[in-house]
């Protein structure tokens, strides 16, 4: 049952038992219309529904800049979205690429229901949304289909260990067109040691990829997001470099010979012995 509490302009929060978690949709006070999700007290997502286009979360605006830079400016791509959270990215290529086909691959029933029943989206957006794991749901898509798959999953604030080997990487690329981008959203903190490890595992597949994080992420000195891209040909890492120095909160993009000394050596992931991401710190997300 879902339980509200007023917020500051009126708006109320909402609460709901959700599969992953107590679900809490909370007013943005300063955006009429704007709400961030949280599970067990951790943020997951902003949306606008005002304005679809606008990414609050500088992880979000990273993978943002990655679907705009996937095509031709304003083209319809075929996104395959492994996590779906409140659909922040799905409403966003919705807007900024009208016709796009999308498909949204999200384990959390009662969530998927709490987010179309307070943040619905319009049905004509052709956004489908499945239920299931992620990876078994990736099993189902032909060859080829997809321009760019984002990964953002996570279970407890942790990416599940099954989303992490070099099999399950495999089956992205398999679902891939030639060319096709793959993006994952990663968390980690010192010592890095997750991070460094997909990177080692994702380049056991593909040729050509780039990270994009807070400098102090990538420093070692505290715990946060990291968005990985990866693709079978050239990245677009000039422009990427460009709009990650120029966001509100500004990154750094890690790509060629200087990642592969971030990697450190790390050794690639398998199904045998894969791990979930670590669980943020305490006190992460007060």
């Not at 049952?1 to 500051?8: D, E, I």
């Not at 709901?16 to 955006?31: C, I, K, N, S, Y």
């Not at 943040?119 to 990736?138: E, K, T, Y």
């Not at 994080?213 to 693709?231: E, H, I």
């Amino acid at each position: 049952m879902a339980r509200s509490r007023r917020g500051r302009g009126g708006a109320e929060s909402v609460t709901e038992q959700v599969d992953g978690g107590l679900a809490e949709l909370r007013p943005d006070r300063d955006r009429p219309r704007g709400w961030t999700l949280f599970l067990d007290g951790a943020p997951q997502s902003h949306v606008d529904l005002d304005d679809p286009a606008y990414l609050d979360f500088s992880y979000q605006r990273r993978l943002g800049h990655i679907a705009d830079l996937a095509g031709p400016p304003g083209a319809p791509l075929h996104v395959v979205h492994l996590g779906g959270g409140a659909l922040t990215l799905a409403r966003y290529v919705a807007a900024t690429r009208p016709r796009s086909t999308q498909q949204v691959i999200e384990i959390d029933t009662p969530l998927v229901h709490l987010v179309r029943n307070r943040l619905p989206w319009d049905a004509g957006r052709r956004i489908r949304v499945r239920g299931g794991d992620a990876r078994a749901g990736l099993a189902k898509l032909p060859d080829g289909w997809a321009d760019l798959i984002i990964a953002d999953v996570f279970s407890g604030a942790r990416t599940p260990a099954h989303l992490t080997s070099t099999e399950f990487v495999a089956e992205v690329r398999r679902v891939l067109r030639s060319g096709g981008c793959y993006a994952a959203n990663l968390a980690d903190g010192p010592p890095l040691r997750f991070l460094r490890g997909q990177i080692a595992t994702v380049r056991t597949v593909f040729p050509e990829l780039c990270l994009t994080a807070d400098p102090a992420v990538l420093r070692g000195k505290r715990f946060g997001n990291a968005v990985l891209l990866a693709s079978d040909a050239a990245l677009p890492v000039a422009e990427l470099t460009r709009r990650a120095a120029t966001d509100p909160e500004p990154g750094r993009v890690e790509h060629g010979r200087a990642l592969l000394d971030f990697t450190g050596g790390a050794a690639p992931v398998t199904d045998a012995t894969a791990v979930a991401s670590p669980a943020p710190p305490a006190k992460t997300f007060d």
